[in-house]
């Protein structure tokens, strides 16, 4: 019977063993690029939590009640989708600046052992490839006691999408008065 | 603080540009064409209080 206690775990990078440099540069990009889907979807959410009221999932637009008093005294009303009033721009990942010195722990090279037929003993080498492994070491100095990746993200307004723009487009040319 | 903005006037068309802010406060905003004055109802200040609030909190929150 086989002892080998198999049990279900999450792998647990360990740095000080280190990693491959593929997996050291891509980490940080990844969550960077989910930080991005998990601002805009936020944003989405926001907007129909706030700026509409749903019901059986049909929405209908909370708005907001103005006054207008003409030139001649008449006061009259109008209302406007609480949407127009806020600067809602979609948020997204601008700019990422990440910053880690690596150590390089191990490097592993696969040279081709075939040899010439011409009775030549040096092997010939057909292809030659390189894996790199390594660990992260400080940031900011060159203490590699303290290990840390420093991640800076900018975040930029884009333009709202085609229908956002489209439904405030559609409300703000149909703004009627009414006297009530 | 402000943040701009702008809505046609329901009487003229006409671009009026105002603070979101200083509806909130009871400013009132005049159109440039037809000099129609524009504000928001009292009733309608908390709800447009309470958005912006929120919406800046998500602002935070995605650390622009």
Redesign the interface.
């Known amino acids: 019977m086989d002892n080998t206690n198999i049990t279900d775990s999450h792998f647990l990078p360990s740095l000080s063993t280190g990693q491959s440099l593929e997996a050291l540069i891509t980490a940080p990009l990844t969550a960077v690029s989910k930080a991005n889907s998990m ?1 805009l979807s ?2 989405a959410q ?1 907007i129909l939590d ?2 509409f009221k749903g019901n059986n999932g049909v929405y209908s637009p ?1 708005t ?8 001649n005294g008449t006061k ?3 209302y ?1 989708p ?1 949407l ?5 721009n979609n ?1 997204a990942v601008n700019k990422v600046n990440i910053k880690f010195n690596v150590e390089v722990m191990s490097t592993e090279s696969h040279i081709s052992t075939v040899r010439k037929t011409d009775n030549q003993a040096k092997p010939r080498i057909i292809k030659k490839k390189a894996k790199i492994g390594a660990k992260i070491g400080s940031a900011d100095s060159a203490d590699s006691s303290s290990r840390g990746i420093a991640v800076s ?1 900018k ?1 930029k307004q884009i333009p709202l999408t085609k229908g956002i723009t489209t439904i405030i487009d559609m409300y ?2 149909n ?3 009414s006297s009530e | 603080m402000t ?1 701009i ?1 702008t ?2 006037c ?2 003229c068309n006409q671009i009026i540009t105002y603070d ?1 802010y200083g ?1 909130l406060t009871g400013l009132h905003f005049t159109c440039p064409g ?8 009292k ?2 200040q908390p ?2 209080k309470n ?2 609030d ?2 800046e909190e ?2 935070k ?4």
Do not use: D, H, W
């Open positions: 601002m936020g944003q926001f706030q700026c909370i907001i009640k103005m006054e207008c008093v003409e030139k009259n009303f109008f406007l609480l127009t009033f806020l600067p809602i948020l993200i975040a703000s040319k703004i009627v008065t | 943040r903005n809505m046609p329901p009487n979101v509806l037809c000099a129609a004055v524009i504000s928001i109802s009733e309608s709800v447009l958005a912006i929120k919406y998500l602002e929150k995605a650390g622009k």
